[in-house]
């Protein structure tokens, strides 16, 4: 079988994008997905993202498979990837300048920008212990600043769900986190059942965040869209900055909104075209 692929990326961090237009079901399997983004033996990526055929009323459905060939719900760089890709699928035959992409985490919806940016509606965040999940706190009770032990430290966790997990701790100096060995110690932790991302996040300003992040499936990467989004709302609910403020992250800036209006996220970043191949 031969599959053609192009390559994009958001900050750094990487996906092959698959036109799977003609059927609802993922022409290539998760361990498939993962020989294919092996960075040593296959084509190397964070993930394999799939543009499907829309549902209930949207334009296209989107599924993304992890570099472990887990399936989350959602991946915010992958979304604006995903735009950018439907555009070039689409050519002059595109009618408008937005998409309604169904997710597992709901309806979301890029737009193209006029300079060449994405800026997605990234939905509401999610604050209870049931909707992250996790079992630090009752079910109907958020997660702000709470311990976790975890590798002989006490570390003061907040929790995020953008439809994917996220656990946020506050730090004095970002470059200083053995996040390789730590990272794996939060996302395996009992009391992340569904396992969980990791940022841990410099607060620079109330307007700049410096972010580095441990993915769930995927380990460490460049950026994380849907990890920026919740660290935001982490820094608004700790009292530590503005509902509008820049991620900046080893791949580059994101800016974040979280709207005081519809109480919605709006992330803004790019998405680049690599290359194109077959396997
Ligand atoms: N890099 C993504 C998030 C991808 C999914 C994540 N690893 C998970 O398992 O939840 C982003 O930009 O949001």
Same mark, same amino acid.
Do not use: E, K
């Given at each position: 079988m031969t599959i053609e692929f192009t390559k994009y990326h958001g900050l750094g961090n990487d996906f092959i994008l698959i036109d799977n237009r003609c059927d609802l079901t993922p022409l290539i399997t998760p361990e498939m997905a993962i020989r294919? #983004? /092996?960075?040593?033996?296959g084509i190397g990526a964070d993930g394999v993202i799939f543009a499907l055929p829309g549902q209930k009323g949207t334009d296209y459905t989107m599924r993304i498979f992890n570099s472990d060939g887990s399936e989350p719900e959602m991946c915010g760089n992958g979304i604006r990837c995903l735009a950018a890709f439907l555009t070039e699928l689409e050519g002059i035959s595109r009618s408008k /300048? +937005? +998409?309604l992409i169904h997710t597992l985490a709901g309806v979301i919806r890029p737009q193209l920008t006029d300079d060449g940016q994405v800026r997605v509606d990234m939905g509401s965040p999610r604050l209870l212990a049931q909707e992250i999940p996790? *079992? %630090?706190a009752p079910g109907n009770s958020k997660v702000i600043n709470l311990p976790l032990e975890i590798g002989n430290q006490t570390?003061?966790?907040? #929790?995020v769900s953008m439809g994917n997990p996220h656990c946020i701790t506050f730090v004095e100096d970002v470059a200083s986190i053995p996040l390789e060995i730590i990272g794996p110690e939060f996302e395996h932790h009992p009391v992340f059942?569904?396992?969980?991302? *990791?940022e841990f996040i410099q607060v620079v300003n109330p307007h700049h965040l410096k972010m580095r992040v441990w993915e769930r499936g995927a380990g460490i990467t460049l950026a994380c869209g849907t990890g920026a989004c919740a660290? %935001?709302?982490?820094?608004? %609910?700790?009292n530590l900055c503005d509902r509008m403020a820049i991620i900046e992250l080893p791949g580059g800036n994101l800016e974040i909104e979280w709207s005081e209006t519809d109480q919605r996220i709006y992330m803004t970043g790019p998405a680049e075209r690599v290359f194109t191949g077959k396997m």
């Open positions: 294919m #983004c /092996d960075r040593h033996f /300048d +937005y +998409y996790t *079992t %630090l570390w003061h966790i907040t #929790c059942p569904q396992r969980t991302n *990791t660290s %935001l709302v982490a820094g608004v %609910l700790n």
